[in-house]
Each structure stands twice: as structure tokens, then as C-alpha cells.
């Protein structure tokens, strides 16, 4: 095979690497560690995770993302060399065509960084496409018939809504709520409630692994632990899916409320259609409980979540990439 082609779901939270006719090849952590010595990238991915919030001053891990966004762009464009790398082998005779998928939001000048940066860690050709349109592909939808798809991506960095019809948005929202801040939200709560300070590893940990988005009846509890603000000694405490709820509330309405802003925006006809289909959510933060049920409850409009929720975008990018003709309208720019 000549021509290789590689599909990138560059998130905040986590890179997903899919090639055509092999699957998702990379699911790692969109973390790099970089020695401050001499500016050295130690570790990506995995390795550079588990390093959060433990390395010494010598070293400083951390996300070059922000908000779906590159933050650093250094150190995005390292990252993607060496998953483009680590895909395609070192030694390559062709330069690969990469596709990556960007938040609905995102400016001309942000665009052009992220094509920029695949391009300097060695793409041949670098195409943008929204995570939305991605994620609708992924699911199993197909955007090109003349009838109303809402797609709601819920990502690390960004929450993207988007009404699809005849293979383009019709109307569309992005807001930078998403896994991230449901996360810093509940160390700022177990902070204010138990004088406690946790890492973001933990307060994600606590989210997945109790966390709901409306009160349930059968609670369950975890204990945590983390550092006494008043004694700045390590200590222990429980905490209940209930109050993850409590913690998390303000940061669920900003995302209703951009359903909501959407379904407004949406033509009546295309809103027919929707009401009939239901809402598909996609992305890690699909997958907190109970959220279709409180989506479902607040705006009226039934909501379920896709089949592998995290790798709709991913999947979606790598099917865009491989027939580029039948997407060219919902594919925004190359270079």
C-alpha cells in the first residue's frame, strides 16, 4: 500500500490513532513529559500520565491541549510525530495523509495550528474535520440523507452540539465544559466540603467510578484520599455518588443549557426529525450515568448514547479520510 492514511482524534484528555482497514491502533493520554534541563520530550502518552502531578522539578508533565485546543504547540507537534511514528514505523518511504478532527469552535488561527503541527511531524497532507461531523460518521449515521441528526460531543475539553442534515451543520454550539471541568469541579467540592485536596487523577477516578448526573436512590461510596489543607497531613474520607452529583450541577447546566440554545436554533422541520430519532451523545463524557436520562428530562427530547461512545470521533475521522470524495462538503480544510 502505497498511500497510508491516518485518522486523528487529538483530544484534550486522550489522542486516538485509527487507520483504515486495521481499527484504532493508538488510545493513549494526551500528556508529554519534558525534561526542563535541556527541554527534552522523556516520556508521551501512558508513560507520561502516570508521571502527573509526581515528577520532580527537573521535570514537568503536562497536557498540550486546552479545551480541544492546541495550548502548546511545541510540544502538540512532538506528540504527533511520535504517534505518526509510532503508526507508521520510523522508516517510511511515503509521508502518510493525516486527518484530525477540531472542536466546532475552533477559529481559522486555531485551525491552521493544527494543520501546521501535523505537517511539521511529517504528514503529507493534513485535513481538518469538526468532531461533530466525526462523531455522527462514527455512530453510524449518515449525514447525507435530507433529514435532521442532532450529535452532541462530549469530550475532555469541549461539550459540541450540532444539527447535521444533507451532509453539513445546519446549526451548531461549542462550549469549553466538558470532562476536565466536571473533574475540577469535584476537587473544588471534596475542597470546600472536607478541607481535602485531591489530584485531577483522582477526582476523574471518583467521576467514573461513582459519579451520576441526577440523585440516585442506591448510593454507592468510595474512599479517597489526599492532603489535609489545615494539617497539610495525607488523610482519608468517603464520598457518595449524591454528592458527586451536588458537585457537578453547575457545570451540567452550561451544557443543557447549549442543547438547549441548538434545539432552539433548529428548523422545524429538522427538529421533527430529531424529536423522532432522539439526540446521540458521543465522547468520554457521554458516559457519565444517568446524563441521557437528565438531557432526556430537561429538554424534552429522548437522548441515547452511541455504541462505543469514546471512539465514535476517532472512527469517524479514519472513515472520512478513506472515502475523502463522498465528505469533501463536511471536510473543512487541507492544505
Known sequence: M????????????????????KGIVINEPTV????????RIMAVGQEAKEMLGRTPDTIVAHRPMKDGVIA?????EAMLRYFINKTTGNV???????????????????????IDAAQAAGAKAAFVIKETVAAAIGAGIDISAPSGNMIIDIGGGTTDVAVL?????????SVRVAGNRLDQAIADFIK???GLAVGDRTAEEIKIKIGSAIPVDKETK?????????QGLPKTIQISTNEVVEAIQEELREIIKAIRSVLQETPPELAADIIDKGMVLTGGGALLRNLDKLIGQTTGVPAYVADDAILCVVKGTGIALDNLESYKKSILASR
Open 2 to 21: 502505497f498511500l497510508q492514511r491516518i485518522g486523528i482524534d487529538l483530544g484534550t484528555a486522550n489522542t486516538l490513532v485509527f487507520v483504515p482497514k
Open 32 to 39: 508529554v513529559a519534558i525534561s526542563v534541563v535541556d527541554n
Open 72 to 76: 502548546d504547540y511545541r510540544v502538540t
Open 92 to 114: 517510511r518511504f511515503f509521508r502518510p495523509e493525516v486527518m484530525i478532527s477540531v472542536p466546532g469552535g475552533i477559529t481559522s488561527t486555531e485551525r491552521r495550528a493544527v
Open 165 to 173: 442534515s444533507l451532509g453539513g451543520i445546519v446549526t451548531q454550539t
Open 192 to 194: 470546600r466540603k472536607y
Open 222 to 230: 468510595i474512599e479517597i484520599r489526599g492532603r489535609d489543607m489545615v
